[in-house]
């Protein structure tokens, strides 16, 4: 009977539905202009060299070129450290020369009328980033059109993540890139449920894959997803014994990437004319000019593979939810340390969850194939995160955020089984035990591990609470993680960039 009820709770119809995701939206906003207006300048990765890139484009009037002075490592790392004095200037900073231009010509004018202002920069870039508040209501809806709050969750977790909050409210390619690429899954998800096949769509979904190609390269994850999404369509086509299905999605895919393809033909051209064949990307030439970036190889060599891969899974975990400035700025370990005990029960909650939605949408194959894409997209991402850290140590958890959606519907779905009674006593045993565990660790060691003792007993009796509870009070523990995930952003702010920073 239980599990019955908490069902009918998940298709529960949410009240006022435009408000909440309203002010969610007005919440992020009002969170990311204090990041932009109180970060201190250029205390945002990379920050000084996509600003440069803007300048050169206001003083040159023609695309910048990489060369090989535009990174000094030496450089970088002294005037990071010394936080940006007056006296080192940022223009050798200019490592990001070989980026896809739109952004930079986007931000051209708002460059051109503030005089360059840094501020006027970050608040066009977080305004771009705003438009992922709406775009993850809709892809979550349009994947879960009868839970509501799913949909409601994602979206909280993506406009309140302290370290996405921080990387929008500056200036770099990034909130462009990843609201491209939204469109570019929404879109996709759409058509691979069979409610945008359209000629017309299909343009239009082209023209927004062909934007984001000249945006960032992580954007071209949208190809894999496009490509994906017409083959899932011509399955479902085939699925309901409709005729020519090969030559629909043949058509399909020849009206997606037309467009796309011809919007991004000119900056490869430039590129070969510029760095050569084969560097379509100029990826080539940058990995010539990035001379003095620490090298995996090397590092593995000094330090030893477990060294090297403990660092990563350490970094990418605490960079992922916040590791301020250019990564200098973690915030306090007992954070982490609830983060990862309540994530990792919200994991083991979605996988379970995934268990149960193949089993209720077993008949229903359209809507489940469609849940390919997101979790190709964070596929396609983590492994070109793993990729790129096989070449150079950048552990950087902000590298995943193209994917940020998938993983924030993950969690989300993990969140709302954890509020079911059945999970969440099960959940609280779990915590129990781990709590034992670590208390006869610090017998045997002679040394208590205090605050995960406490962390672990909190979520254990925090659980328990959440299975006796009556189901009036379930949207409330819902809704409680990321209320809290909001309140972190002030702490990220006033309690480490401001008194560190500023």
Known sequence: MKRHSTTA?????????????????????????????????????????????????????????????????????????????????????????????????????????????????????????????????????????????????????????????????????????????????????????????????SVALGICLGLSLLTKLTAYAGLVITIAAVWIGRKNIEANRQEGAR????????????????????????????????????????????????????????????????RGLMFTFQSFWGQLGWMSLPMDFRIYQFLALFSGAAVIAFLLECRALYRERRGEPVERRSFVLPALLFGWTLLGYVLYNLSFVQHQGRYLFPALIPVAIALTLGVERLTEPWTARRASIGFLLILLLLAAYGVARDDQPGWPMATAGFLALGLW??????????????????????????????????????
């Open 465 to 502: 609470f959440v299975s006796r509870a009556p189901g009036s009070r379930r949207p409330f523990f819902f809704t409680a993680p990321f209320a809290g995930l909001a309140l972190l952003n002030l702490y990220a702010l006033f309690g480490l960039i401001l008194p560190r920073l500023g």
């Open 9 to 201: 709770l998940r298709g529960s119809r949410v009240s006022c539905p435009g408000l909440i995701p309203g002010g969610i939206f007005l919440a992020y906003l009002a969170i990311a202009m204090l990041y932009a207006f109180l970060t201190p300048p250029w205390q945002v990765p990379d920050e000084p060299a996509h600003y440069n890139y803007i300048r050169q484009l206001a003083e040159g009037w023609r695309l910048p070129v990489l060369e090989q002075e535009d990174y000094r490592q030496t450089y970088l790392t002294r005037i990071v450290e010394e936080r940006f004095p007056a006296e080192l200037s940022i223009r050798p900073l200019s490592y990001e020369d070989h980026q896809p231009p739109l952004y930079y010509v986007l931000a051209l004018p708002v460059y051109l009328l503030s005089d360059g202002s840094l501020l006027a920069l970050r608040l066009f870039s977080l305004t771009v980033g705003s438009l992922l508040i709406p775009l993850t209501y809709l892809i979550t809806r349009d994947l879960f059109p009868r839970r509501p709050r799913i949909a409601l969750g994602a979206t909280a977790l993506v406009a309140f993540l302290p370290q996405h909050v921080a990387i929008l409210a500056g200036v770099n390619n990034d909130s462009l890139a990843e609201v491209l690429l939204a469109v570019v899954l929404w879109r996709s998800i759409r058509l691979a449920q069979g409610r945008a096949r359209s000629g017309r769509a």
């Open 247 to 310: 030559t629909k999605a043949g058509m399909t895919l020849l009206q997606i990437l037309a467009p796309a393809f011809l919007l991004a033909l000119p900056w490869w051209i430039r590129n070969i004319h510029v760095y050569g064949w084969p560097d379509l990307l100029g990826l080539l030439r940058h990995a010539d000019v990035t001379v003095g970036q620490p090298r995996t190889a090397q590092w593995i060599a000094e330090y030893g593979f477990s060294a090297w891969l403990g």
